[in-house]
């Protein structure tokens, strides 16, 4: 087996149209997953009754079984409850009518709170507790103490982790191949398939996603830099 360097640039053009595909799984499973991970882990952190058990086994069983087996059992439990639901309530929805991309969303967005609920913890807990006290001294409200005070420290401590978080998802999202979803890294698959041009495919998949991670990386060194320069009361 011969390696063609020029192919490499053609599988690179060809799999930019799935470019798209991989940031919005990313994107989508990220911000959703922050959102989750935050309620998780106020729940937590203040031991709401009931849900601060159901937070524990929910944050245990994510970060203990794997990303696929996530993404496979929302793929075909959630189809079999709605498709039982349907068909119990006579509805007229069905389950095919769900796009695949969905249930990557749906599974990702699991996943990705979970671990974001552990890095949202640590940093409200890293935030000193006696600006929450200051504030409440002034008459705020332990909405706006959270909103105004606590969060945005928080976020500036966790945000090398964010990122670390968020290029591991964008490496996870390859998994949603396996329901369908055409990825870069489905892509790769098809062009190579096609072409019987697979390492110079694999090889066009790499540089891509590596690009990526080199943008995410270097998006998160400008807003950490910013937040330095806030926090030391300078102009950004």
């Known amino acids: 087996m011969r390696l063609d360097p020029t192919f490499i640039w053609t599988a690179l053009t060809m799999l930019l ?18 959102v989750i991970g935050t309620a998780v882990a106020l729940i ?16 245990t069983f994510i970060r203990g079984t794997p990303m696929l087996t996530h993404l496979l ?4 439990g959630l189809s079999f409850v709605l498709d ?13 009518s769900i796009p695949m991309i969905g249930f990557a ?4 967005s699991i996943t990705a709170g979970a671990y974001l609920s552990e890095v949202v913890r640590a940093g409200l807990l890293a935030v000193n507790k006696g600006q929450l006290e200051a504030a409440y001294s002034i008459g705020m409200t332990t909405r ?21 978080s968020t290029i591991s998802m ?7 191949f396996t329901v369908s979803v055409v990825d870069m890294n489905a892509k790769s698959q098809i062009v190579a398939s096609a072409n019987w041009k697979f390492l ?18 270097r998006l998160a060194s400008v807003m950490e830099k910013r937040m330095q320069v806030h926090s030391r009361g300078g102009v950004s």
């Open 170 to 176: 964008l490496h996870g999202s390859t998994l949603a």
């Open 144 to 164: 706006q103490a959270m909103l105004r005070i606590v969060f945005p420290q928080a976020f500036a401590i966790v945000l090398p982790n964010l990122s670390n």
């Open 84 to 96: 039982s639901l349907s068909s119990r309530y006579g509805w007229s929805f069905n389950s095919v």
């Open 200 to 217: 110079e495919s694999y090889i066009a998949a790499a540089i891509l996603y590596w690009g990526l991670t080199i943008v995410i990386e």
């Open 44 to 59: 937590r952190i203040y031991k709401v009754p009931v849900l601060h058990r159901a937070a524990n086994a929910y944050v």
């Open 105 to 108: 969303y749906t599974a990702f």
């Open 17 to 34: 149209s799935a470019i798209p595909t991989t940031l919005a799984i990313t994107a989508v499973s990220m911000l959703c997953g922050l």
């Open 73 to 76: 059992l929302i793929y075909f």
